[in-house]
């Protein structure tokens, strides 16, 4: 297991798919968990083993994927989820603003053998 600081935010792939939220395309475009390739060495995963990643709102199990964008690697410790319902599994409730928080939130990561929940699963609504 290693400490991470986890942020969420928007990319290509989760937006062209967003209307398609039950689709094996959308799952593939936000159930990532972009991660410094050292940190994946440390829990011992490669690209598409699965972790579980772990905040004080909850844990949400998702797809390694070694992090990227032009050349330019994620900080160790630091780890991306794509928006949507498996990053609303670790992001928390709002600050009093109405706003969750989607960056900077303090977590873990490690690898897992547990499966991924389909979305179906993670847009219940708990009564």
């Known amino acids: ?30 159930a990532l ?8 060495k440390a829990i011992n995963v490669k690209e598409g083993d699965r972790v579980k990643v772990k905040t004080d709102s909850g844990e949400v199990v998702l797809f390694a994927k070694k ?6 690697e994620l900080p160790e410790g630091v780890v991306f989820i794509p928006m949507g319902p498996y990053a609303n599994q670790v992001v928390g409730r709002s600050n009093g603003s109405g706003t969750p928080q989607f960056k900077g939130i303090r977590g873990s990561v490690e690898a897992t053998h547990e499966n991924i929940k389909p979305v179906e699963e993670l847009l219940k609504v708990v009564k």
């Open 1 to 30: 297991m290693v400490d991470v600081i986890v942020i969420t935010g928007r990319t290509t792939e989760q937006g062209v798919s967003i209307d398609e939220k039950l689709t094996d395309e959308y799952t593939k475009a936000v």
């Open 33 to 40: 968990c972009e991660m410094n390739e050292e940190d994946m």
């Open 67 to 72: 992090a990227v964008i032009k050349d330019l």
